[in-house]
């Protein structure tokens, strides 16, 4: 009989399999033949463990989500309250992941690609609600009244995430992905947010 042991390292080689076959492959072309062939175990194993190659496409996605949300739980950033300090730590951090997550980063770039529609559908919706429980739980405490204008901040959360996705975006696209340059550009978008938004005694 197996020990706790070896059936964790099964599913975890099936984990990192659907990591790096997903990324590369995308949802619709990896089948559950290939995942079984590349993970070195019998179809019978994959489907105890995930119910369907969706199931299993489903969980890492959240699972990669956990990995970037217990990272950031560490790095203990309550003591943040200026908005645009958190947005760069919280970013800067996401990158750092995704540079000792390599498999878990492709994943999630291919995510953002993804077209097929048995689970296209659902992943934009969870990445909302990620993204506002998110936010919701800093803004309790950040300091609002360093803005020129509170009702601005809609407007500045789109624009920051619409470029967090552009970025995203130049790494699916680019071979050599540059973090440390891109990185700079992004704290340089911030920062010019920062110039133009809050009151000049905060700057």
């Not at 179809?43 to 299993?56: M, P, R």
């Not at 203990?76 to 645009?84: A, C, G, I, K, W």
């Not at 020129?148 to 995203?168: F, Q, V």
């Not at 699916?172 to 005694?201: G, P, S, T, V």
Request: hydrophobic letters at 35%.
């Amino acid at each position: 009989m197996e020990t706790t042991k070896v059936i964790q390292h099964k599913r975890n080689r099936i984990i990192n399999t659907g990591y790096r076959l997903f990324a590369i492959n995308g949802y619709k072309n990896t089948t559950t033949d290939m995942l079984t062939k590349d993970a070195g175990i019998a179809k019978g194993l994959l489907f105890y463990y995930f119910k369907s190659k969706k199931d299993l496409y489903m969980y890492l996605y959240h699972h990669s989500l956990e990995v970037i949300m217990t990272e950031l739980e560490k790095k203990h950033y309550e003591e943040v309250t200026d908005f645009f300090d958190f947005i760069i730590h919280t970013q800067d951090l996401k990158w750092q992941i995704m540079k000792k997550y390599p498999f878990i980063l492709q994943f999630l770039v291919s995510v953002i690609k993804e077209e097929s529609k048995e689970v296209k559908d659902l992943i934009p919706q969870q990445v909302d609600v990620d993204i506002k429980i998110h936010l919701d739980k800093f803004m309790t405490k950040a300091d609002l009244y360093k803005f020129k204008n509170p009702d601005d901040i809609e407007t500045i959360i789109n624009l920051i995430t619409l470029c967090s996705k552009g970025a995203m975006k130049n790494l699916a696209e680019c071979k050599d992905y540059d973090y440390d340059l891109e990185r700079e550009k992004f704290q340089e978008i911030i920062l010019m947010l920062k110039r133009n938004f809050y009151k000049e005694e905060y700057l």
